[in-house]
């Protein structure tokens, strides 16, 4: 594991008080990647862009059943990952693997980098730079939509479910999309507006960037490495809760070493890429329309997470009130040593057992619908 990928937000949750490079027990098939262009996108805000290229990876063989349904399932990335950080035992090993809940040798497993992220078109890599269109979260859903449908040929998916940010999403493909999957399964999420102290810590984050005047608007020619450093180490504090960091680094000594590692590698990030993904949820508000999900949801957060406290009564409450009736399950699981706060969201075996009590009950009697 590179050193810089532990100071990533998306990858925080593999934060070890090691480098060493650790192979995973990987017994699921080899991934294939590609990329998919999209011509002429045009975003919400009115801004297009002639070309929008989108990365994934897949694993298994995509199966279409007789009444249109398939074996198809979408798993979505954090803010500022890509498909890459689920691939490791914590997360493959426990789903991918034979026998496994979403075995790849029976499910065709989607990966793919959202629009800013990854290896998909994003601010850092395309000309555009700082005039990169401001992309939200519903312009992410509706090109992964056309992933699916035009490249891939899928018209139904056996689930769709994601962490953090990809929890969001999952929340939101049920509204935008709602006769499109069986099952869905947002983790580390609430279905709410970000505001109170996530708003607070997100908008601190884009301050950071945007306030050090080597940032120029976006047109630096050097990483704004002060406040870059700064948004990357407020991430930091938030992706994990205090009892795991107390876990892992006893001491004040530890804590320093750690700290000492990560600085060096802050210029490898992009702070218009940072900014730009942190900015895509200003429009994230899918309370309102939970009741348009037509498909069994569940939902599955852990009571040490700082971004979605379970103190605030916000995800039993959604699914209760705001869902139809029968449909939707809360879950808030105990703060334990298997938990990491936010991060928890790559431990799959906290929430496994959920994700196949979900997948019988949406076992299709031809391989579809539920």
Do not use: C
Request: charged letters at 20%; aromatic letters at 10%; zero cysteines.
């Amino acid at each position: 594991m590179r050193l810089s990928n532990l100071f990533s937000f998306a990858l925080g949750a593999l934060v070890t008080t090691t480098v060493a490079n650790e192979q995973p027990k990987q017994a699921w098939p080899k991934t294939q990647s590609g990329h998919f262009s999209i011509s002429n996108f045009t975003f919400d805000s009115g801004e297009t862009l002639d070309q929008l290229d989108l990365h994934y990876r897949t694993l298994g063989k995509l199966k279409v059943y007789p009444d249109g349904t398939t074996n198809a399932v979408l798993i979505m990335h954090g803010t500022t990952g890509h498909n890459e950080q689920f691939l490791n035992d914590d997360f493959a090993s426990v789903l991918f693997n034979p026998g496994q809940p979403l075995d790849a040798s029976k499910y065709f497993l989607i990966l793919r980098d959202s629009i800013g992220h990854g290896n998909s078109s994003k601010p850092s890599t395309h000309a555009l730079r700082a005039r990169f269109p401001s992309y939200q979260y519903s312009d992410m859903i509706r090109a992964d939509h056309l992933l699916l449908t035009e490249h891939f040929g899928i018209d139904h998916m056996r689930l769709i479910m994601g962490v953090s940010m990809g929890g969001m999403h999952t929340w939101m493909w049920g509204e935008m999309y709602p006769d499109f999957m069986d099952a869905l399964m947002p983790i580390s999420s609430l279905p709410t507006q970000i505001a109170g102290h996530n708003r607070l810590w997100r908008r601190f984050v884009t301050e950071m960037i945007t306030g050090d005047p080597a940032w120029n608007e976006g047109n630096y020619e050097e990483q704004p490495t002060v406040g870059l450093g700064g948004a990357l180490m407020i991430q930091q504090v938030m992706l994990s809760s205090p009892a795991y960091w107390q876990r892992g680094f006893p001491t004040r000594a530890a804590v320093d070493a750690y700290v000492d590692q990560l600085v060096p590698h802050i210029a490898e990030f992009d702070a218009n890429d940072q900014l730009f993904a942190w900015n895509a949820s200003h429009t994230y508000d899918p309370e309102a329309d939970l009741g348009r999900i037509k498909v069994p949801l569940t939902a599955v957060n852990t009571a040490d997470d700082w971004m979605n406290p379970p103190e605030l009564g916000i995800l039993e409450s959604s699914v209760k009130n705001k869902m139809k009736r029968g449909l939707g399950k809360a879950i808030t699981l105990p703060a334990s040593k298997e938990t990491r706060g936010h991060s928890s969201y790559i431990q799959a075996n906290l929430w496994k057992d959920e994700l196949k009590a979900l997948l019988t009950k949406t076992k299709s009697r031809k391989g579809g619908r539920w």
